[in-house]
């Protein structure tokens, strides 16, 4: 049987190219973007839209109810279901008819298009427009092949011209892109290389690394400008491509010339403490450069978002997605930077004398904060000038001072936790005598230095804007920076290379504590007074040397103005614990209890099995302490091995404690059930008890706790190794794997790895 014709001519063919012309326009309004380029857009979904709308006007009547029909079953809204409702019945009442009425189909055909421009995201990304077009293009085809032979030969033309020119334009970039693909690949690795350096403050390799990144963006982009390569911005899809490979190079070469240029007068050198002072004026100059750096990393950001397009092949995608990563963490980078900058200043004395205070600790004789405070020093900044003000031992604050001191600033959790060490009247708030030899027994510094600062000026000292640790691998490495240190009685000379060996070890095979303190007092006055009037690395340099011992613990800051103390949150040396944030978290901390210096030989490992009962949205765990004292019962003197409450030579008294994310169930020591004084701390639960290890001897503590998790929230959990002499490895598995195979658990180490 012969096809129907349908003619669409003179009042007919005005009508209907009315009703394509309104489709398309309102299918533009809905905001599909085929091309990514708002102008192109509207030209060819118009276009697009209104030619398949204009083809419809001669479909099978049945064709408008199924398009109709394909658009009601994915429209999102309500109403979007009922404007498709109307299009279908549009549809059936021309079947009826049985009349050409070729405007009524154009209108159907228009109405449906309304739906199938709004559809939204159907499964997934890029369905939506695959429904969209082969619905339409169906419509077309058969409204084409039922119009006068004339008429066919002149579409079948114009879209056989419309296929060729994607063709054109797909090759034509194809052809571009391959010339700019090697320079801008070379580009994305160079400046994710420079951002490396950046980042470890390296500014000569990383304003080279911009430099020639931003050649090989301008390159990569004047390859993809080329003619060949412009009608490839009318093709659908291909154009995204090429939108978003444009934007990359061309933006990235701009800011990547930017970033170099602001790196070419950013001095970091001219913050170095030389002679014991630091040039202020030096530390407000590079405030502008960091601003304008910050300014040029966001701006990169944006142009990497601009190239980003849920369009691009998974290949391009993934390399912007790294670069968005480098760029995002070197912001934060930034933002750090500008925050020290801008409180350095004053923290250097620029408005008026600061005062800090430096408590030194030795993990030989362990606390919850790594180790015993041996010494002290003062040291005060003004103007930008360092200097020591004051030195001294423990022993020096337990008896100066005030006959009464007291701790009222601190919290009642704080006071439940270790007013037994520091108190001793707990509801009074009255200091004990030996307030500064347990001062150290939180791993929290915040808390810890929060108490130093307000115990000092009840002791002989000044009040201070801020408080330091450092413990003896701390002082080791300050030691590149001073020099060696001679100690004429011994014959011996300390320095970076044994300074942690003879301060752990050799100092304390000295018969005489008296002498053997007094060297410990000489090493360590000696490099600080040298530190403060020596010429330090540049910032970056010193960041590189001592930010491994902040992460371990072994060195952190504290400031008394929360603005200040931003500063050593962001440089991660505040000391502080971890914050969970609402996850789970594990950390084992000893406190000697002794009074002597056996901790060099306690050493052992902590195990973390846990299992996730996702039904039950319950998470149970044992937490596996193995606790070795290998300490000898001879050859070393008693006040190392001995203890001062009578135990058998090479004993080792500790008080465990023990930090958990997880409310605690029990405990056992050994065979036996363990009793523990539980309590919290910062957002932890703790478990403590007293456990006496004998030379030699191998103790097994386990501690079992169990909580609830929603069943919508990953399970992650941080772990903190406490700084001791030989650092407790902590090994976590989750439902019998180890952690870092489980792909939705997260772990973080804020300490040793």
Do not use: C
Request: charged share 20%.
């Amino acid at each position: 049987m012969a096809r129907q014709r349908i003619r669409v001519e003179g009042r007919d063919a005005l009508v209907v190219a009315g009703i394509a012309l309104v489709a398309g326009v309102l299918a533009t309004a809905a905001g599909p973007s085929p091309t990514g380029s708002t102008v192109f857009d509207a030209i060819v979904v118009t276009l697009a839209g209104g030619a398949a709308v204009w083809a419809a006007a001669s479909a099978p009547w049945w064709t408008g109810v199924a398009a109709a029909g394909v658009a009601a079953a994915f429209a999102p809204e309500w109403w979007l279901l009922a404007i498709a409702a109307v299009a279908g019945l549009g549809g059936l009442w021309i079947g009826l008819q049985r009349r050409s009425l070729p405007w009524s189909r154009a209108l159907v055909a228009g109405t449906a298009l309304q739906v199938l421009a709004r559809l939204g995201d159907v499964e997934r990304f890029g369905f939506t427009s695959v429904i969209a077009i082969v619905v339409m293009l169906v419509l077309a085809v058969l409204g084409i092949r039922r119009r006068p032979r004339r008429q066919r030969r002149v579409m079948w033309i114009v879209l056989a011209a419309l296929a060729g020119g994607a063709v054109l334009g797909s090759v034509g970039f194809g052809v571009a892109a391959l010339q700019a693909r090697s320079d801008l690949e070379e580009g994305n690795r160079v400046a994710r290389t420079a951002i490396d350096e950046l980042g470890a403050g390296n500014f000569n390799e990383a304003q080279a690394g911009f430099t020639q990144a931003s050649e090989l963006f301008g390159s990569a982009d004047h390859a993809l400008s080329r003619p060949w390569g412009q009608l490839a911005r009318l093709v659908p899809v291909v154009a995204q491509h090429r939108n978003s490979a444009v934007a990359l190079t061309h933006g990235g070469s701009e800011v990547s010339s930017t970033i170099a240029d602001v790196l070419s007068v950013v001095d970091y050198d001219a913050l170095r403490v030389v002679n014991g002072r630091i040039d202020l004026n030096a530390v407000a100059v590079l405030d502008q450069p960091l601003v304008d750096l910050a300014a040029a990393l966001t701006e990169l950001e944006d142009t990497v978002i601009e190239a980003r397009s849920p369009w691009l092949v998974e290949a391009l995608s993934t390399r912007l997605d790294d670069l968005l990563v480098d760029v995002s963490v070197q912001q934060d980078k930034a933002d750090d930077a500008m925050t020290a900058v801008s409180a350095a200043p004053a923290m250097l004395g620029a408005e008026g004398a600061r005062v800090y205070f430096i408590a030194f600790t030795t993990p030989v004789e362990v606390r919850g904060l790594g180790g015993f405070m041996g010494n002290w020093a003062e040291v005060t900044i003004t103007d930008g000038s360092l200097e020591v003000t004051d030195f001294g031992r423990t022993l020096d604050l337990n008896s100066g001072g005030s006959a009464t001191k007291r701790l009222d600033g601190i919290s009642q959790e704080y006071a439940d936790r270790y007013g037994d060490f520091l108190l001793a009247d707990n509801d009074d708030r009255v200091a004990g005598p030996n307030v500064w030899s347990n001062i150290t027994g939180s791993p929290h510094f915040p808390s810890v230095a929060a108490t130093i600062a307000e115990l000092y000026p009840q002791s002989g000292g000044k009040t201070v804007d801020g408080v330091f640790v450092m413990d003896v691998y701390a002082i080791a490495k300050l030691m590149e920076i001073t020099g060696p240190v001679p100690i004429d009685d011994q014959g011996t000379t300390i320095d970076s290379t044994n300074a942690a060996g003879y301060l752990l070890e050799t100092q304390y095979e000295l018969a005489d504590n008296a002498e053997r303190i007094d060297l410990l007092e000489e090493v360590a006055l000696t490099t600080v007074r040298r530190l403060l009037t020596s010429s330090l690395p540049a910032p970056p340099d010193l960041g590189r040397m001592f930010g491994p011992l902040a992460r371990e613990g072994r060195l952190a800051g504290w400031a008394v103005r929360s603005e200040e103390q931003d500063v050593f949150e962001r440089l991660n040396m505040s000391g502080a614990l971890p914050d969970r944030d609402g996850g789970d978290g594990v950390l084992v901390t000893f406190n000697n209890a002794a009074g002597n210096k056996i901790d060099n030989f306690l050493d052992g490992e902590v195990a973390y099995d846990v299992v996730v009962d996702r039904d039950a949205d319950v998470v149970t765990g044992a937490i596996t302490l193995t606790i070795r004292n290998s300490a000898p019962t001879s050859g070393l003197p008693d006040s190392v091995i001995g203890s001062q409450i009578g135990l058998p030579v090479g004993t080792n008294r500790t008080i465990l404690s023990v930090y958990t994310g997880l409310p605690v169930i029990g405990y056992a020591v050994g065979e036996e059930p363990g009793e523990f004084e539980v309590g919290t701390e910062n957002g932890y639960f703790t478990s403590t008890t007293f456990l006496d290890l004998a030379p030699g001897s191998v103790t097994t503590v386990v501690v079992y706790v169990e909580g609830s998790i929603p069943d919508d929230v990953p399970y992650r959990v941080t772990v903190t190794n406490s700084p001791l002499v030989r650092p407790m490895p902590t090994t976590v598995s989750v439902n019998g794997t180890p952690l870092r195979e489980t792909a939705w658990a997260q772990a973080g180490s804020t300490r040793l790895p």
